[in-house]
């Protein structure tokens, strides 16, 4: 396909050139600061879950870079991060320390000849507060998913996804920490070498990964383990359930590393539209579906939470039906 008709084809094709830009510098903040995380760059948010300084860069380099390379559009953000407990007195320190975290990210890149005030890193941050809803264009952020596997050192994605008239159309997951059999094979070296992959979708145009440094993008495809191989491995050797933080799982999933992923929270936690947007669309793109407990899709276009049915389901078209059949007899036993 000539790049004339790829770029025809695909609709958001600027939209999703900005968000991996954007995704790939975030990242580049989040690893950065992973390497050397200190207890004074973790906080405790109003609900007892930990926020750290690369939450907060993230989201501010990506609100960034998608208003300076989407100049035209008018720009709406539902973000995870808020500015407020960093307006606070005793919080000065912190926003400094985030102030020259982004600065030096910036000027480590060459893209963008700018410095930003504390001032502009809180207005950038409070760019997240927007509803989404419905109608119109919404990003939504979640500048790090899986905060707590991001202290641990593990797994943890950089999740931003776009939201048009309610439907997720495009989905991008940096992941630092996962390595990727696509960008392994073609690197030619061997598994667990190459860690750091970026995963992106647009709908219609499937699903892709390449490294998080850069390299020819690879389309990659959910496994096609039918009822029979799955009869059949039920009989013989299980494999034990892989526990990983964040929708690190999604992209894991989309590039065939597992069959099944079950999200089942607590009774009357909400779920929330960052953790699943950008890990969602890149599963079904790579021939997967997303549901909810009863077998609906996900609602993104109900505002900042997933109106929905408890539990969230992940496979491939074969093993669905079977799952939810299985998930809905737990449930009705449980009742
Ligand atoms: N009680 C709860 N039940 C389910 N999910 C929760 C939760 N408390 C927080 N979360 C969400 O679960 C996300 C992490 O998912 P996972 O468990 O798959 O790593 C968190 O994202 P953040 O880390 O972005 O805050 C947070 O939004
Ligand atoms: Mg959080
Ligand atoms: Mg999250
Ligand atoms: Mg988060």
Same mark, same amino acid.
């Given at each position: 396909?000539?790049?004339?008709?790829? %770029?025809?084809?695909?609709?958001?094709?600027?939209?999703?050139?900005?968000?991996?830009?954007?995704?790939?510098? =975030?990242?580049?903040?989040?690893?950065?600061? $992973?390497?050397?995380?200190?207890?004074?760059?973790?906080?405790s +948010?109003?609900?007892?879950?930990?926020?750290?300084?690369?939450?907060?860069g993230?989201?501010?380099?990506?609100?960034?870079?998608?208003?300076?390379?989407?100049l035209?559009?008018?720009?709406?953000?539902?973000?995870?991060?808020?500015?407020?407990?960093?307006?606070?007195?005793?919080?000065? $320190?912190?926003?400094?320390?985030?102030?020259?975290?982004?600065?030096?990210t910036?000027?480590?890149?060459?893209?963008?000849?700018?410095?930003?005030s504390?001032?502009?890193?809180?207005?950038?941050?409070?760019?997240?507060?927007?509803e989404?809803?419905?109608?119109?264009?919404?990003?939504?952020?979640?500048?790090i998913?899986?905060?707590?596997?991001?202290?641990?050192?593990?797994?943890?994605?950089v =999740?931003?996804?776009?939201?048009?008239?309610?439907?997720?159309v495009?989905?991008?997951?940096?992941?630092?920490?996962?390595?990727?059999?696509?960008?392994?094979?073609?690197?030619?070296?061997?598994?667990?070498?190459?860690?750091?992959?970026?995963?992106?979708?647009?709908?219609?145009?499937?699903?892709?990964?390449?490294?998080?440094?850069?390299?020819?993008?690879?389309? %990659?495809?959910?496994?096609?383990?039918d009822?029979?191989?799955?009869?059949?491995? +039920?009989?013989?050797?299980?494999?034990?359930?892989?526990r990983?933080?964040?929708?690190?799982?999604?992209?894991?999933?989309?590039?065939?590393?597992?069959?099944?992923?079950l999200?089942?929270?607590?009774?009357?936690?909400?779920?929330?539209?960052?953790?699943?947007?950008?890990?969602?669309?890149?599963?079904?793109?790579?021939?997967?579906?997303? +549901?909810? =407990?009863?077998?609906?899709?996900?609602?993104?276009?109900?505002?900042?939470?997933?109106?929905?049915d408890?539990?969230?389901?992940?496979?491939?078209?074969?093993?669905?039906?079977?799952?939810?059949?299985?998930?809905?007899?737990?449930?009705?036993?449980?009742?």
């Open positions: 396909m000539s790049q004339l008709t790829e %770029i025809a084809a695909n609709p958001y094709a600027d939209e999703l050139a900005a968000a991996k830009k954007a995704v790939s510098l =975030a990242a580049r903040l989040c690893q950065r600061v $992973q390497q050397g995380i200190l207890q004074s760059d973790i906080q +948010k109003a609900d007892r879950t930990p926020v750290t300084v690369a939450d907060y993230s989201q501010v380099l990506i609100s960034l870079v998608l208003k300076k390379e989407l035209s559009h008018s720009f709406s953000m539902v973000a995870e991060e808020d500015s407020e407990d960093l307006r606070k007195d005793d919080a000065q $320190q912190i926003l400094e320390h985030i102030t020259s975290l982004v600065n030096e910036i000027a480590n890149d060459d893209s963008y000849n700018m410095s930003l504390k001032e502009d890193v809180l207005a950038a941050l409070d760019g997240g507060k927007s989404g809803g419905p109608s119109g264009r919404h990003w939504i952020l979640d500048p998913d899986g905060t707590k596997g991001f202290i641990r050192g593990d797994q943890y994605a =999740a931003l996804g776009l939201l048009d008239e309610g439907k997720v495009l989905g991008v997951l940096g992941c630092p920490n996962l390595p990727s059999k696509s960008t392994n094979k073609h690197n030619g070296s061997s598994s667990g070498d190459q860690v750091g992959s970026l995963y992106f979708a647009t709908i219609g145009c499937g699903a892709k990964v390449q490294a998080l440094e850069g390299s020819e993008p690879q389309k %990659i495809t959910i496994c096609s383990r009822l029979t191989s799955s009869i059949a491995e +039920k009989l013989g050797v299980q494999a034990p359930p892989v990983m933080d964040s929708q690190a799982k999604y992209a894991a999933l989309a590039q065939g590393d597992g069959a099944i992923y999200r089942f929270s607590g009774k009357g936690y909400k779920e929330r539209v960052w953790d699943h947007a950008a890990g969602s669309i890149i599963v079904t793109e790579a021939g997967g579906m997303v +549901k909810d =407990a009863s077998g609906n899709d996900l609602d993104f276009s109900k505002g900042r939470y997933l109106d929905r408890r539990g969230i389901i992940a496979t491939n078209r074969y093993l669905m039906p079977m799952v939810l059949k299985a998930v809905q007899e737990a449930i009705d036993e449980e009742q």
